[in-house]
């Protein structure tokens, strides 16, 4: 995990102190909120795949979250790098696939969040009205 200020943008530290202190950066005094950057992988098969959060507040879901991933893709039995950016600040989903050996664009598609969550079954447990 990666912390940087939200005010300048650099680097305060690798892993955030616990206890309940709040860090001032040194370049520019600036206090929390602070941004910070979280990034897992995993390779499982033929596929491999990265994701990174960014986050305003460490309690609060991820203000953007960034995955890619490296797969093989079923129509053509080709391998592709496929990345999904969700950007909570500006609305936005997008999704891209390319073909790694020509660069081509396989698939692509960019739409706001609302028009993302529409297909969603509803949430209240019950039945749709």
């Known amino acids: 995990m990666r912390v940087v200020c939200a ?4 680097h305060l530290w690798d892993q955030p102190e616990t206890g309940g202190r709040e860090r001032v950066c ?8 602070i941004v910070e950057i979280t990034a897992e992988d995993s390779a499982v098969g033929l596929e491999a795949r990265a994701k990174i959060d960014e986050r305003l507040d460490p309690s609060r879901a991820p ?4 995955t890619s991933k490296n797969e093989i ?3 053509t039995g080709r391998r592709s790098d496929r990345k999904y950016v ?9 999704e891209t696939v390319k073909d790694q050996e020509t660069g081509e664009v396989i ?16 949430n209240n447990g019950g039945d749709a009205a």
Do not use: I, M, W
């Open 107 to 122: 698939f692509e598609k960019h739409q706001s969040l609302k028009d993302k969550n529409r297909g969603a079954a509803p």
């Open 26 to 33: 040194e370049r520019c005094g600036g206090q929390p909120p």
């Open 86 to 94: 969700v950007d909570r600040t500006s609305g936005s989903y997008e």
């Open 7 to 10: 005010k300048c943008g650099v």
């Open 73 to 75: 893709t079923r129509d």
């Open 63 to 66: 203000v953007r979250s960034t």
